[in-house]
């Protein structure tokens, strides 16, 4: 079984910072890449920020300045530094792993529950 947790959220004021970590646990051969979603009311999910297993990493254009996504491979976690919030980045953010169980597995996705991002004065 394989658990993604978030935490890190919260409600933060224009312009403030929050930093976001997703833990993985339970049985993981090897994580090949983490990322983080974001869903705000009555918009599709979409991606915010990815890195690989190489440490490549990619950002949706809105963020890209403000926001850094890190990992530590030991720990099996990602974080997302997030600074210089906007009302717009009010959402739920989700992390997803792409990873293998076993050496002969296949990769599959696997997704946290979620934690909110709220951005407001």
């Known amino acids: 079984q394989v658990r993604l947790v978030e935490s890190g959220g919260g409600l933060v004021q224009p312009g403030g910072s929050l930093r976001l970590s997703c833990a993985a646990s339970?049985?993981?051969?090897?994580?090949?890449?983490m990322g983080w979603y974001r869903q705000a009311p009555g918009k599709q999910r979409e991606l915010v920020a990815q890195i690989t297993s190489g440490d490549s990493t990619n950002y949706e254009d809105s963020v890209k300045g403000r926001f850094t996504i890190s990992r530590d491979a030991a720990k099996n976690t990602a974080y997302l530094q997030m600074n210089s919030l906007k009302p717009e980045d009010t959402a739920v953010y989700y992390c997803?792993?792409?990873?293998?169980?076993?050496?002969?597995?296949?990769?599959?996705?696997?997704w946290g529950q979620g934690t909110q991002v709220t951005v407001s004065s």
């Open positions: 339970g049985t993981i051969f090897t994580i090949d890449a």
């Open positions: 997803k792993a792409v990873l293998r169980t076993t050496a002969w597995s296949t990769r599959r996705d696997y």
